[in-house]
């Protein structure tokens, strides 16, 4: 499954990996899919979320991007 697949489906919401998330982690992955969804280039606009997302939620970037290797994994049937 691709990230752009998994932003249209809002699958990341159902999932294990979000369920385990802190509550500052979820809003941080909320906010993120709202500003992909966005018209223009996919990565870069979902390298720019994670950037925007984890300096204003004051979260470590590393760990946004751990949560969508756990998503990915996770549809993927993996882990």
């Keep these: ?6 932003v249209q489906s809002n699958q990341t919401f159902n999932s294990n990996a979000f369920k385990d998330l802190s509550p ?3 809003e941080a992955i909320n906010d993120i899919i709202g500003l992909v969804k966005n018209e223009g280039n996919l990565i870069f606009n979902f390298e720019n979320a994670i ?3 984890a300096k204003f939620h004051n979260v ?8 969508f290797d756990n ?3 996770e549809q993927l049937g993996e882990k």
């Design 1 to 6: 499954m691709k990230l752009s697949q998994l």
């Design 24 to 26: 500052v982690m979820k």
């Design 51 to 53: 950037d925007k997302v």
């Design 60 to 67: 470590n970037k590393d760990d946004i991007e751990e949560y």
């Design 71 to 73: 998503e990915v994994n």
